[in-house]
């Protein structure tokens, strides 16, 4: 059955969106592998599904480009906040979308009925190893060395909903993501596999980063990645709590801010296009 898709992206994170109110695809894993194909299909970091809540406004599940999915996604949401303001009528200031961690409240600014930027309370930074997961002992893993493809890195371990790698480097884009991203996503100290953020300190608050996203790989942009970021930044002492931390990241800017009790990310969301899929 044809189905109307809607392609969303946050600085440059893309997804494939359905609206899922009242249907659901039989295998969306299987319908994400398909369509995130970039050469053979529409093309994407993967699908997100905008369900019916029992306890929010909506519910999103996002599903990978390998298939596999996601609990999280700081992007994404901030598409589903959209889309749920212009599309479905849900005219609130504040929305809230149930996630596979947790319910996220978004604060919308909108104009003229147009959503512009979408401020996410990403919940409190989890930094308990046991808990992210990753296999280091002690309370937070921060700045500790790690060895990976042949060399050692300095890592902070931070989950956002989803795990995270952080490590600061002198320039992210002298990288070869494409070799080392996997080593880092499927290294034995990561038992959830994990995503990993190459960070350089630009100024104070101020960072550029690339990501690569576990069942993505590189992708233009990360908002869970620029939170774990900032919050790996403020512990490490690059960046001050409670300050809005600008992390530049290949398709655009956000806006972060770290207190002990949440963090928040601020950012654009945007339609690309919209079309039919066979969906069954």
């Known amino acids: 059955m044809l189905r109307t898709f809607y392609k969303m992206h946050g600085i440059g994170n893309d997804y494939i969106y359905f609206d899922c109110f009242d249907w659901a695809p039989s295998d969306p894993a299987a319908l994400a592998v398909r369509l995130s194909d970039r050469h053979f299909s529409v093309g994407g970091d993967g699908v997100v ?22 609990l999280m996604c700081g992007n ?25 961690s947790g319910v996220k409240s978004l604060r919308l600014s909108a104009e003229h009925g147009l959503v512009r930027s979408v401020c996410v309370d990403m919940g409190r930074a989890e930094l308990d190893p046991a808990k992210i997961p990753a296999r280091f002992a002690g309370e937070r893993a921060v700045n500790v060395p790690i060895a990976v493809a042949g060399k050692t890195y300095c890592i902070t371990c931070v989950s956002m909903g989803n795990p995270h790698c952080v490590t600061f480097v002198d320039d992210p884009y002298a990288l070869d993501l494409a070799a080392i991203g996997p080593a880092f996503e499927r290294h034995p100290a990561f038992p959830a596999r994990v995503n990993t ?19 993505s790989g590189e992708t233009l942009a990360c908002g869970t990645g620029a939170c774990a970021a ?19 990241l290949r ?11 949440t963090v928040y990310m601020t950012g654009p969301a945007a339609y690309a296009f919209t079309g039919e899929a066979e969906v069954e």
């Open 251 to 261: 398709g655009g800017d956000l806006s972060i801010v770290c207190t002990p009790e």
């Open 76 to 100: 994404a949401i901030r598409c589903v906040g959209k889309f749920l303001y212009e599309k479905k009528g849900i005219r609130k200031e504040t929305i809230r979308v149930e996630t596979a």
């Open 197 to 215: 953020e190459f960070v350089r300190a630009d100024g104070r608050n101020e960072l550029t980063m690339r990501v690569w996203e576990r069942g």
């Open 230 to 248: 900032a919050v790996a930044g403020v512990l490490t002492g690059i960046c001050d709590a409670g300050t809005q931390i600008c992390v530049h």
């Open 49 to 70: 599904l905008i369900c019916r809540s029992a306890v929010a406004d909506a519910r999103m599940r996002m599903f990978n480009a390998d298939g596999s999915e996601g």
